[in-house]
């Protein structure tokens, strides 16, 4: 008998050659929805450090970088994205990271990094377009309109593959999230409900782009214009601060 790499082998099998090694699944590492935590925690930490509260909204980095339409419209387009880092408290923080992280590593295994990071920050554009749309003179910071738009995209995951988001548990969840966004003050309607469709957009494209075995390029392609349009649509919005659209 050989020994071999695991237990023996016999003289013919060895002079054969037909010995392999089978390996196992490897464990997926959502390493994209990890670092998309650890900024906004980080980020959130440090506004909190720098004069912020952990109850509340407040603070240097708020004034600084939250989404406002009228600074928006002054030129300070980086709002639109460092707004989505801050979180007003403890909770909200808690609530959005533990949604992004249930949610995130799903999608980011799903669709793979490229696609993922792109379906992210297109949710997070769509969420500040419905935030200056609706209420552009009140500041909104949070992960908010991207973990929504996960949620949008994920639904129509489901819904292509022929299953109900009710049944699945997605349905509920994503109606009372629903729910809340209208039922209690001072969230944004126009940041969840944004990222929402954002995100079901660029859920459809990947459905597509996945069922005709196109590349990761041509579908964050097709996704990065929708995300320019709702950039585009955003610095509009601001620019009709004085006059909201609703």
Not at 59 to 77: C, M, Q, R
Not at 165 to 194: C, D, E, K, R, Y
Request: hydrophobic share 50%.
């Amino acid at each position: 008998m050989h020994q071999a790499s695991v237990g023996f082998h016999c003289p013919e099998c060895a002079k054969a050659g037909k010995q392999r090694v089978i390996r196992g699944p490897v464990a997926f590492d959502p390493i994209v929805t990890k670092a998309l935590i650890a900024i906004n925690v980080a980020a959130s930490v440090g506004a909190w450090v720098w004069g912020g509260s952990f109850a509340g909204l407040s603070g240097k980095a708020v004034e600084k970088y939250s989404l406002f339409g009228p600074f928006v419209d002054d030129g300070e387009f980086y709002r639109v994205f460092t707004a989505s880092v801050l979180h007003d408290g403890f909770l909200h923080l808690g609530f959005n990271m533990y949604a992004l992280w249930i949610l995130g590593g799903q999608l980011e295994r799903l669709f793979k990094p490229p696609r993922y990071v792109a379906l992210y920050l297109i949710s997070l554009l769509s969420g500040a377009f419905g935030v200056l749309l609706l209420d552009p003179t009140a500041p909104t910071v949070g992960a908010s309109g991207a973990v929504f738009g996960l949620f949008g995209a994920i639904a129509v995951v489901q819904r292509s593959s022929g299953a109900s988001i009710w049944s699945s548990g997605l349905g509920p969840i994503l109606g009372i999230n629903l729910l809340l966004t209208f039922a209690v003050p001072q969230i944004s309607i126009g940041g969840h409900l944004g990222g929402l469709i954002g995100g079901a957009m660029v859920g459809a494209i990947y459905v597509a782009a996945l069922r005709q075995r196109q590349s990761d390029g041509v579908a964050v392609t097709a996704a990065s214009v929708l995300g320019l349009v709702f950039f585009l649509g955003s610095l509009w919005a601001a620019a009709q601060w004085a006059n909201p659209i609703f």
